[in-house]
């Protein structure tokens, strides 16, 4: 970056002006609008802050990547100056380390929508939105294997379509016939091997897909195929079907169908359904607030907006994306608050609509089980936890056949459990991928930067092949390590009797027991509730957030990059494990109301 000396006196300019005005509210506002005022200044800094990176730098991307790690080393700071002034015996007030830690929340939430320059036009994500949205609304038809071969055949009848480009306003003709007909047009298998193949083998069998199809359906299906395609240029739409499908349990296309069924593709409609995942959001940290304070609503912020694994590329714009995230964060905000039957229930929830979510219940499992051997008996609490999530799975799964079908679950297990979850993606994270990557250089390392080769119909089948094949060979380290994770984790866990704090912690269990894409780490979120007793996280949950955009900066290829960031994630939860595995718990000093069974505190609950 080399700045003109006008840009430098612009600058200069706009940061004075910006100091002189909250300068001015500060001091001159009334008293009762002061504190408003204070905050509009720090939303009218940040803002600022990031139309700066987009009008003088001109790598947008890398600009935010460097001012997420100034806003995550900038809160750790933060923290060491209120422990320096808390060793003078001269503490900060209150007020001032709330505005503070709310500001740099807020800013880390706006770094991670990138200043609010999306990257997609008219914030939908046409990729994303094309298996969801398509997946959900078709799935009677086509299940989980049919979205690219229906696809494929819908637009070879479509043939020569002509269409107005809703940004010039011009008409365009487009054969999407002749684009199907390539002979190097390639889709995802879906329903073999989930290599890619060449189109040309699907285009000899229109009826595999066109026989579940009543005509009206046929139509509606081809006219959504036909805004999907117009709506992306060439090379992204045959990118979009070398993905790898449609692949959600049963219990998420029950709202996924719901919404998608009441309108056709269009792009206001899929505006519309983008803005459900940003108020999943809000809610999120809404709930944060409302269950644990100000103070791990901040630090939740500061690591989600900064930290590399999930960041707004992969599923910013997309449909029903973070529903999964909101319920299982809100359970612990529930059990937190003692609304015990809706947080079994949020849980449940969470877990049918992505699997993995409900893994951290394997915290509650432990908790309920160490009680039950010692007493004898089940908590109340406890109780109500599982009646809450029974009841929520009674009627779930029910529903969830009815709108999917009788079959769907053991299509599910067929397509995304028994074949897409054992297919290697290049930003897969997880203990799997730890042990399926070897270090090292040349072909016979595995790497994607060796194996990658463009001559094969899947440039990737070798590196596919060659990862399973790790896995397969060294798979007892990572039953071993999964052993010895459990009986550490339940020897943590003699000593804590509340349910959030568990589950939290438990959340090293999706590391262990799945490999997800990079995307789902978002669920790491829940270790910003443990800061509630134990303070002492907060500088390192920051400094991960920091190291996570280094990692992201320095590695060039995903395979490498995802990688050693489930190292690192990995290594941080075995951190709090160990934080917490002290004889003295922190919160025997600050005592709640009550405990989770409605009796007197114990030195062991939060």
């Not at 699907?202 to 395609?229: N, Y």
Request: charged content about 20%; glycine content about 8%.
């Amino acid at each position: 970056m080399k700045l003109t000396s006008q840009q430098v006196i612009e600058i200069v300019i706009a940061l004075c002006a910006y100091f002189g005005v909250a300068f001015a509210l500060n001091w001159f506002a009334p008293p009762r609008l002061r504190v408003l005022a204070r905050y509009g200044t720090v939303v009218a800094g940040v803002a600022l802050f990031f139309h700066g990176l987009d009008r003088y730098i001109d790598e947008h991307a890398r600009a935010v990547d460097m001012a997420k790690v100034a806003i995550a080393m900038g809160a750790a700071l933060c923290v060491f100056y209120e422990t320096h002034r808390e060793g003078m015996r001269r503490p900060i007030a209150e007020r001032w380390k709330r505005f503070a830690g709310v500001a740099l929340g807020v800013a880390a939430i706006i770094a991670y929508f990138n200043g609010f320059r999306f990257g997609y036009p008219k914030y939908y994500h046409r990729w994303d939105q094309f298996h969801y949205y398509m997946g959900a609304k078709y799935f009677p038809e086509m299940g989980y294997d049919g979205l690219y071969k229906c696809a494929l055949i819908a637009q070879d009848e479509l043939g020569l379509v002509t269409y107005t480009n809703e940004d010039t306003g011009r008409q365009v003709k487009l054969d999407m016939a002749k684009e199907v007909r390539h002979p190097d047009k390639k889709i995802r298998n879906l329903g073999g091997d989930n290599l890619l193949m060449p189109a040309s083998e699907v285009l000899s069998t229109p009826e595999i897909c066109k026989a579940h199809f009543s005509p009206e359906r046929w139509d509606a299906f081809k006219a959504d195929v036909q805004f999907f395609r117009t709506a992306s240029d060439k090379g992204y739409w045959e990118d979009m079907q070398k993905d790898h499908g449609y692949n959600p349990p049963p219990v998420w296309t029950i709202m996924g169908k719901f919404w998608a069924d009441l309108q056709p593709a269009s792009t206001r409609y899929l505006q519309f359904l983008a803005s459900f995942d940003i108020f999943y959001l809000l809610g999120m940290f809404a709930a944060l607030y409302w269950a644990f304070g100000w103070r791990v609503f901040a630090v939740a912020a500061i690591f989600w907006g900064c930290q590399s694994s999930a960041p707004f590329y992969w599923t910013g714009g997309a449909f029903l994306r973070q529903d999964w995230l909101f319920y299982l964060v809100l359970s612990a905000c529930l059990i937190r608050k003692r609304y015990f039957k809706l947080a079994g229930a949020s849980m449940v929830y969470a877990g049918l609509l992505r699997i993995f979510p409900g893994l951290p219940v394997i915290g509650w499992l432990t908790v309920a089980g160490i009680h039950l051997v010692r007493h004898k008996r089940m908590a109340k609490s406890h109780v109500q936890v599982l009646i809450g999530g029974v009841l929520a799975a009674a009627v779930l799964i029910p529903v969830s056949m009815k709108v999917s079908g009788t079959d769907s679950y053991r299509q599910f297990y067929e397509h995304t459990l028994k074949v897409h979850d054992q297919t290697p993606l290049t930003n897969h994270m997880g203990l799997r991928v730890l042990v399926g990557h070897e270090p090292g250089t040349g072909v016979e390392s595995g790497r994607m930067k060796y194996t990658k080769d463009t001559k094969l119909v899947d440039p990737f089948e070798v590196w596919k092949r060659m990862r399973n094949e790790r896995y397969a060979k060294y798979r007892w380290i990572a039953y071993g390590i999964i052993a010895a994770s459990l009986a550490g984790f339940v020897y943590v866990c003699r000593r804590v009797r509340s349910l959030w704090v568990a589950q939290c912690l438990a959340q090293i269990f999706v590391i262990l027991l799945s490999q997800l894409t990079c995307y789902y780490y978002s669920f790491m979120i829940l270790s910003a509730p443990l800061t509630r007793v134990k303070r002492q996280i907060e500088v390192p949950l920051f400094g991960l957030a920091a190291l996570s955009q280094f990692i992201w900066i320095t590695f060039n290829y995903n395979d490498d990059k995802y990688t050693v960031l489930t190292a690192v994630s990995l290594a941080f939860c075995y951190y709090l494990l160990w934080i917490f595995s002290g004889k003295t718990m922190p919160w025997a000093r600050q005592p709640e109301p009550a405990s989770e069974d409605g009796g007197k505190p114990t030195a062991q609950q939060a």
